[in-house]
């Protein structure tokens, strides 16, 4: 494949999709060249989409797509960064044409949305596999980090965490929905919305961020890791979706399993952040224009470790064998 | 192995190596934050190597770190960039100690020469493949690119090309040879050595430049079409190395689809670059106090296509079947 390599990449992701004025040389080059304005820090993230660790054997290669590029985002959303560019390396067991125009076709339409042109790649025969790198742009010293939180401010969520995790278990177990309700967690797993205007309202408010794919409580974890700090999670006042509450009521005997999803299950991209006490107007004020929805769900305190507990003070336990319950 | 991919990262990577004072955030947040100076252009390359398809199953993981990062380096090269940063994603089907001790020993050795900064990584689980991202800057509007070859510019080489095919060779056959000899194949093989000092000097002087990675007539092409121009290649005057005319000698009944390696063999990582034909002096200056040699071979003419003929004027072909003779 080494040979037409640039002739893959080019014919399915350079026609179309946004010509950035900041793109000095594009793909075909031995590398691209890219202008970052003065003032401004680059945000770098990368992230590799593994097939049949990352995504079911045979999902819809557009989904593929997408969501390789998706969770990237999510990455600079977190930062509060302002996706510019993205690299694409594609591994690919052979130049399989349906696949890729279907994978370009997610990525592409992603890439559109958010203004970010794809300024190389590579292309290799093996296994499939997805690796991509973004870049963003965020005024100098003004980037959301995970370290800022101190004792007293809220910890807040966007969304409804929950449903990519509940999503997956549909596709995996044999509980009980409908196709509606199917589709709508599936999309929620294979078609998630990085935040990344949720993000760019956050610089200036958000005293730390991180988006969650590997659960609430592990990535608010990260967050109290690298502030050095603790935190309390009010359980019960984690949002659910409609559709989330659909899929505990129709399956009331894996309600206590499927239930901890919000907390523990990973790939939603929501943002998971921290505010001072007095900035919850500067919080309201950020987010309300935005679609996602956003939800106090804790405190910071000063004593390390995160401690969930309900509304009426009982510790939350995760369920033990968690996974038994979604035969 | 999600939770623990930071993990692997800081255990194998995070310590030692250059701490550069451009970077605002390293390995660790959704992202890392790096500053570029203004009047810079950023310089970005990706690269894929697979187990198998790229380098030998069982090849030494210290060989295979420093390769990932070396055909990376040589990509800033052949762009005349000043390297800075590199991300890593590597996906593995195990958390395999020894074998990330010695890849890390490769990465990381080669890093440290170049004074990169390991900035941010994802570690995931699936068959062995490392993808490979590096930055690095160029004064803006000095870039070597693949389109600036012009009819009457002299084509150069530098080094010795074919070598590290014929090292590949050896490993894939029964060719006659030494263990000195097959050595110093198979470590031009293993051990590329990025022509970055190279580049760098050759900035306001080529006119065109590309990576060797294809082979020579390959990666010729590619300056030709980019440039929209032809060229003639004296097939007689591409430099051979000490070892590659060892191998030539012990092996009289390979000799010509061996010495077609010089032309056509992928992975030496040598430059092949242009210039105006009275620039001749100043390549020399450029180059003369670096250790990698550097040699005419041919010039650019406006007729499109290669044209390579040996000194005598007859057309030379490669040979027909030429992998048969490496039985």
Redo the contacts between chains.
Sequence with gaps: M??SEFDIIRRYFARGGPARTDV??GI?????????P?GA??????????????FPRDTDPEAVGYKALAVNLS??A??G?EPA?A?L?L?LPAADEAWLAGFARGFSGLADQYGVEL????T????L?V?V?V??L?P?GT?L???GARPGDAVYVTGTPGDAAAGLRLLQSSLRSDAGLRARLVERLERPRPRVAEGLALRGVASA???I??GLT?DLGHILE?SGVGATLWVDRVPLSHAFRELLAANPDARSALGALALTG?DDYELCFTAPADRADAVSRALQPRDSGFTAVGVIDSEPGLRCVHDDGRPWQPPAHGYRHFG
Excluded at 28 to 36: E, S
Excluded at 43 to 53: E, F, L, N
Excluded at 119 to 122: F, M
């Design positions: 080494a040979l000095a040389l075909g080059d031995d590398a691209a060249l890219v202008r970052v003065p820090e680059l945000a770098v993230a990368v992230d590799t989409q593994v097939d049949g660790v990352h990455d600079l977190a930062m960064a560019w690299t390396a591994t300024v190389g790649g590579d290799t025969r093996g296994p596999a690796t790198s870049y963003g965020v100098a980037a980090r995970r370290a961020a991180i988006d794919s590997d592990a690298a990973g």
